[in-house]
């Protein structure tokens, strides 16, 4: 009798949990419902509108390394100058012992150098600070500093006749800046193609060419080609405009003297043929492109028919224009190409031949004499002045690697850093630039994420049906805490979205090893959004307030309520401007099999183009004008021409 009440009591306990709990969850479910202005959501995390930025990995203090980008070479021979730009700093060594003698604090991201004539001075680009510097060599201390274009990255040094130029590639801001170099102040600001990121002048300092990295379509089904651009240095003028065809990556550029060419290695990559062609090597490869100062180009293919070298990055051209040195950046190599032996072969050839030269992957042998196998992701090169070393940064190795050009063999490495081995985010971005997990070494996960950001380009992928639909390129950096991902949200994590689905969709090899992956995961959560640091503590101009106040707006001018799901920061609610749900905006292609999309965040969405889930739209101003439908993607019927801009301005804040 005695148990009696306590059974009683347990039970009553019981129903008074399991009714807290349901009420609990209908209290939740009405929240969520109520918020998100969603009457068919289920129960969903609370993460998903309750999220603090300084939470997120991206957002943790991580190590710096030493990882080498631009070089430069002393005269006489004797220095090499080296850009660290993770640790702010440039860096002298002793190009016969290979140590380091010399370190210089640069704020802001060193990344290209450049040299003049006499030696006298090094010229750094800061990437982050939106600025070059000049070093006086004599003391090894910054002397003059100047802002220049958004995202400096790669730097030239030419004589004209009116005097010492910089020509400078600004990837952010997608110009170039001329500088004048006494005095010290920038002359012209022409606009390039999409993300400039190398620079090379003509000998006599007539002519520079500007390589830029990222394609752009000309509408949603077709081709995409990056950007040649030509300006004279004297005067800061652009020449000529001429497309890299159905290529991207560009991230090099030398001028071949005695020879006219400009040189650029570069991703040939069909974007448009379904990514089962992977396995029969039809979606990207490797080439070198062949320009002249008309602005005529040809694609050379530096792949072999079984083998690919991914990513061709820096290069550099002996002073005799007799060969050139290509690394690549995915397959951790040198490519050696006898420009005598090409010469030869373009001179035989026919006009249709040279047309077709990039798909016959037979041809390297023609010109390709060897290769020499570097440390982890080689990303830029630069010779000797007397031609008999090139040095390799090797930056996922904290190295530069230093080459005998007699003999093609390495004769040491100037280290920097320890590699980073103890680093899962180092290891990760490792497995992130390495094409050896693809079939054939074709690509890298870097081949379409530059810096884990977009290639610009749509894909198009078998999931829903081969030569149906085509699928933007989403960002990654910023992606944490996004989950889930893919636009069809079918990827709960990075581990699911690039492991065996990543290997049977796109890798068509056996997924990446488990402990890589989970290395890999971390370095793209590691990874923030686009300019992160100098964007989110700005002060908003009064054009970009009057756009927060559209965004967060619950009424129209005229006092009209806004249905609650379709108010812009419901969807994108901060603090990652997203959701993280499903949704339906009236985006809905002929061909697509749902109408239910991934809401995608929007930091850094200004430098996320094109837009939509298949990339159809090629500005921000197009998600409205062109390809909104009855009001389904946010009401915007209302707004005139000065409202949109002012929307626009605001997400570019974002």
């Not at 009001?631 to 000065?642: A, E, I, W």
Request: aromatic share 6%; net charge neutral.
């Amino acid at each position: 009798m005695r148990r009696t009440p306590i059974i009683i009591s347990l039970l009553i306990g019981l129903l008074v949990l399991a009714g807290l709990g349901w009420g609990s969850a209908a209290w939740s479910r009405a929240h969520e419902r109520r918020w998100s202005g969603r009457l068919d959501l289920e129960l969903v995390s609370c993460n998903h509108c309750h999220l603090k930025i300084e939470n997120l990995p991206w957002a943790q203090p991580s190590r710096r390394h030493s990882a080498p980008a631009g070089l430069a070479v002393s005269p006489d021979n004797r220095k090499v100058y080296i850009a660290l730009d993770e640790r702010n700093e440039v860096v002298e060594a002793d190009g016969v012992t290979l140590a380091i003698t010399r370190r210089l604090e640069v704020r802001g991201g060193p990344f290209g150098l450049a040299i003049d004539a006499k030696g006298e001075r090094l010229y750094a680009t800061c990437r982050d600070g939106d600025r070059v510097v000049a070093i006086d060599l004599a003391t090894f201390r910054e002397v003059e500093s100047l802002a220049i274009g958004a995202g400096p990255v790669a730097a030239t040094y030419c004589d004209t006749q009116e005097g010492g130029r910089l020509v400078i590639a600004n990837s952010v801001s997608d110009n170039i800046s001329v500088v004048s170099l006494s005095p010290f102040k920038e002359l012209a600001r022409p606009q390039a193609g999409r993300e400039p990121y190398a620079v090379a002048a003509a000998p006599d300092g007539s002519i520079a060419f500007v390589a830029n990295r990222l394609a752009v379509p000309e509408n949603y089904y077709s081709m995409a080609s990056s950007e040649l651009t030509l300006v004279d240095p004297s005067k800061g003028k652009l020449l000529l405009r001429s497309p890299f065809e159905s290529a991207h990556l560009a991230e090099g550029i030398a001028v071949a003297p005695g020879r006219g060419w400009a040189l650029t290695p570069l991703i040939k990559v069909r974007n448009l043929v379904p990514i089962t062609q992977v396995a029969n090597g039809w979606v990207m490869s490797s080439g070198l492109a062949i320009a002249d100062a008309k602005g005529s180009i040809i694609q050379m293919p530096l792949d072999e028919a079984h083998d690919y070298f991914a990513d061709p990055s820096g290069i550099a051209v002996d002073a005799a224009g007799k060969r050139a040195f290509i690394v690549s950046g995915g397959s951790d190599t040198v490519t050696v190409v006898d420009l005598e032996l090409l010469a030869r072969w373009l001179a035989g050839a026919s006009d249709q031949a040279k047309r077709e030269a990039i798909d016959d992957l037979s041809l390297s042998a023609e010109y390709v004499v060897a290769r020499i196998p570097t440390g982890r992701n080689p990303r830029h090169a630069t010779l000797s002045p007397d031609g008999k070393r090139l040095y390799v940064s090797e930056r996922l190795e904290d190295a530069v690697l230093a080459v005998d050009t007699a003999a093609l063999k390495p004769i040491g490495r100037i280290r920097l850093g320890d590699g980073g081995q103890t680093d899962p985010i180092r290891r990760g971005e490792r497995v992130f630039t390495q094409a050896a997990h693809t079939f054939q070494r074709q690509f890298s996960c870097r081949s379409c994420h530059p810096d884990g950001h977009v290639d610009g380009l749509s894909y198009d992928f078998d999931g829903d049906g081969i030569g149906d639909n085509l699928l933007d390129n989403r960002s990654l950096q910023g992606v944490a805490g996004t989950s889930p991902l893919k636009w069809n949200g079918k990827n709960p994590s990075l581990q699911v979205q690039c492991g065996v689905r990543f290997a049977r969709v796109l890798m068509r090899t056996d997924p990446i090893p488990g402990a890589e992956l989970d290395d890999l995961a971390a370095y793209l959560n590691s990874l923030p959004p686009p300019r992160w640091a100098r964007r989110h503590r700005q002060v908003l101009t009064p054009a970009q307030e009057r756009g927060r106040r559209i965004f967060f707006a619950t009424l129209t001018p005229a006092g009209e309520p806004i249905p609650r799901e379709r108010q812009c920061h419901v969807c994108h609610r901060p603090p990652l401007y997203s959701n993280r749900l499903m949704s339906s905006v009236g985006t809905r292609g002929s061909l697509d099999p749902s109408d239910l999309f991934d809401t995608p965040h929007l930091l850094g969405v200004a430098y996320t183009a094109p837009y939509l889930h298949d990339g159809r739209a090629k500005t921000l101003e197009e998600l409205w004008t062109t390809y909104q439908t009855n009001d389904l993607h946010g009401v915007s019927s209302y707004m005139n021409k000065h409202q949109l801009n002012d929307l626009v301005e605001f997400l570019k804040t974002l």
